[in-house]
């Protein structure tokens, strides 16, 4: 997606029965939005914040340490997600690659525990 990303994004990942809610604040010049959604371990496809670029989230564990989410729109996979956990847990790398509506974006993010 074309355009400046936010300044700060905080980013709160807790647990849930087979799952995690991943609740997300973007700020910084003119974006102030937030996010919030819950993920499983089963594979399936689940809704997700109307925010968000896709429809529905599907979630497997692929380690103890890393995950791999699969977005969906409109029933179609459009974006693939990798989450990964470093071995001291104070760093999340999450890798993003999509297409939606013929724009193909990637990202990398390093985010830190406060």
Same mark, same amino acid.
């Given at each position: 997606m074309p355009g400046p990303g936010p300044a700060t994004r905080t980013l709160t990942i807790s647990a849930v029965d087979n799952g995690l809610r991943f609740f997300t604040h973007d700020s910084g !010049?003119?974006?102030d939005e937030r996010?919030?959604?819950i993920v499983y371990f089963d !594979?399936?496809?689940?809704p997700v914040d109307a925010a968000l670029?896709?429809?529905t989230f599907a979630v497997?564990?692929?380690a103890a340490n890393m995950i791999e989410r699969t977005g969906k729109l409109? !029933?179609?996979a459009v974006e693939t997600a990798t989450f990964k956990v470093s +071995?001291? +847990?104070k760093t999340l790398t999450i890798t993003t690659q999509g297409s939606i509506r013929e724009s193909d974006y990637s990202s990398t993010q390093i985010l830190t525990k406060l």
């Open positions: !010049g003119f974006i996010t919030e959604y !594979g399936m496809d689940h670029r896709v429809d497997k564990r692929v409109r !029933g179609m +071995a001291d +847990a």
